[in-house]
């Protein structure tokens, strides 16, 4: 147990009331959301009819009404989640500056925002859609190409819920616990938050979590390197950990092609997934998305320097082989244990928030996309999300934390394979519903099949030629999705488009 | 005018073409270049989709 650091029951006691504080404040959302919005609800044009507009649409989507504050947090907020916070600076702890693709991936995924996610924001209000699926459905009239979309998200999502609950538990052993007790109490917890509240919950509480987040981290970032010596000996020390390749590069010749095609393939994904796209939708106009996209990149900044946390890490001296403990070790160890229990708290409630989306996300995908619509109505959509739910905390509980990771990284893989159908839908180019399907059973095979034969990494080596680097498995197989739907549409072109192009 | 949009392919140029910053050199508040470069890319990245945000409503 060297350099490591234990809590004491201060840091637990405060960890517990501002976790407590967050759920009740969820869970019981549709009781203070009268005096928290004044007489703005009552204005006539209320968006909440129409389409739908019943209790389903209310819980799934908000109603539709989020102005660009509350997206802004609530997009931001299902982004950068518990996990970022724990697995970001756990890589920058093992590998250095490779570990920064997440910092390019954050970065230019907000140009596609603006100008894809508008696009979808209209087509999805003026349809009255809540997900992917429906829009395709829409469009092409093929039952088949929804289930694909739907079964990719749904399949896609279960890990990540799975990813949050293990940032739960991590900072629950940093407490000092040990066994399944508080992973079942963090799982009751995010139920009760969800069950109540839908999509309102993570909404309205999304600031909480942001403005928690952000003065843990602040106090962080100016505090370690007053306490450690400053960033330049940060950087020295981290050089003896992983070693430069000269005097003058960062990282070595083979790691650019990777840390380039994963911060875009990362970039293609992160906006396919279900739970952002239903932060997306639930906004209340094309132009709050537009907007969104010009202040989210505020979150980038965060994420980088919560990623330097796990150099601060080896400054402070910490020796762990578990890196997804060296965030609340680096707390433990140099905070007092009061401000150890709040930062722990942030944690938990960032993943409780984006946890929430995402169990949110999946069900609207079951109840609008995979099951029958007679079974369509809020009480089906709360039990779907429960199932969700059950199904992560199934993955925490019986499969190991390394293996949700992998999970995790065919979920990227699968969901990838619906950017055909998703974005060249908005596109001129005619693809055709069969040519997209044919493309993502060929993806999806060929990136599954590449992730079975490497050992289940996130790169592949390709070589053409003399030529030979490693590139996202992720990004081969859309590749190779993208010509497979090219040339399949080509040979069966689409017949009679149900949605006019836009 | 969709013109301003061309702004935002900027951020994609500037970030996946690595070798460009995988240099330690010129330093920044004692951070690498490789470090503060993808920062920098931040605020400007927000003001390129500002300015396609006003000027694309503009017109």
Known sequence: ?502 | MKIFNILLIAPFVGLLWVPFYNHQTPMLLGFPFFYWYQFAWVPVTSVLIWLAWKKGAQS
């Open chain 1, 1 to 502: 147990m060297n350099g490591i650091p234990a809590a004491d029951t201060l840091a637990l006691v405060v960890f517990i009331l501002f976790f407590g504080v967050t759920i009740i404040a969820g869970s019981t959302v549709s009781h203070w959301k009268k005096w928290f919005s004044g007489g703005k609800k009552s204005s006539p044009s209320t968006p909440v009819e129409g389409h739908g507009g019943h209790g389903t649409e209310e819980w799934g989507l908000g109603g539709r009404q989020f102005g660009v504050w509350v997206t802004w947090f609530l997009v931001g907020g299902d982004f950068y989640t518990a996990y970022t916070v724990i697995a970001v600076p756990a890589l920058v702890y093992a590998v250095g500056a490779y570990g920064f693709f997440a910092l390019p991936y954050t970065i230019i995924v907000y140009p596609f925002i603006f100008v894809v996610m508008p696009k979808l924001w209209k087509i999805a209000h003026d349809g009255g859609h809540a997900t992917a699926a429906d829009m395709i459905r829409a469009r092409f009239g093929s039952r088949a190409l929804e289930l694909a979309v739907a079964f990719s998200g749904l399949i896609a999502v279960m890990p990540y819920i799975a990813l949050q609950l293990i940032g739960i538990r991590t900072v629950v052993q940093a407490l000092g616990f040990s066994g399944e007790i508080p992973l079942i109490i963090a799982f009751v917890s995010l139920a009760a938050y969800t069950w109540m509240g839908g999509l309102h919950a993570p909404a309205l509480t999304a600031f909480i979590k942001d403005i928690m987040i952000y003065i843990a981290v602040i106090a962080a970032v100016t505090l370690i390197p007053i306490k450690l010596g400053g960033y330049g000996h940060m950087f020295d020390v981290m050089n003896n950990v992983v070693a430069m390749p000269d005097a003058d590069h960062v990282m070595k010749a083979g790691q650019l092609m990777p840390y380039a095609t994963l911060a875009l393939s990362s970039a293609l994904a992160a906006f396919l997934y279900p739970h952002t796209l239903t932060g997306i939708l639930a906004a209340k106009s094309a132009d709050t998305v537009k907007q969104n996209a010009v202040y989210l990149p505020i979150y980038t900044i965060v994420l980088g320097l919560i990623a330097l946390l796990g150099m601060m890490a080896h400054v402070a001296g910490i020796d762990t082989t578990v890196s997804s403990m060296v965030v609340p070790y680096l707390f433990l160890k140099l905070f007092p244990d009061w401000f150890a229990g709040f930062a722990f708290a942030a944690i938990a409630v960032g993943a409780l928030v984006p946890a929430a989306v995402m169990a949110i996300g999946a069900a609207n995908l079951l109840t609008n996309n995979i099951l029958p619509k007679r079974y369509a109505g809020v009480t089906t959509s709360r039990i779907a999300a429960l199932g969700v739910k059950l199904g992560a905390l199934l993955c925490v509980l019986f499969l190991n934390a390394k293996f949700a990771i992998d999970l995790q990284l065919l979920g990227g893989v699968i969901i990838l394979q619906t950017f055909p159908a998703l974005i060249f839908g908005l596109t001129k180019f005619r693809f055709s519903s069969t040519g997209m399907l044919t493309g993502w059973i060929v993806g999806t095979v060929v990136g599954l099949g590449i992730c079975w034969a490497d050992g289940l990494k996130p790169v592949h080596t390709l070589a053409i030629g003399g030529w030979s680097e490693l590139v996202s498995t992720g990004l081969i197989a859309l590749v190779v999705n993208i010509i497979v739907t090219g040339v399949v549409s080509m040979i069966v072109p689409q017949r009679n488009l149900a949605v006019a192009s836009r």
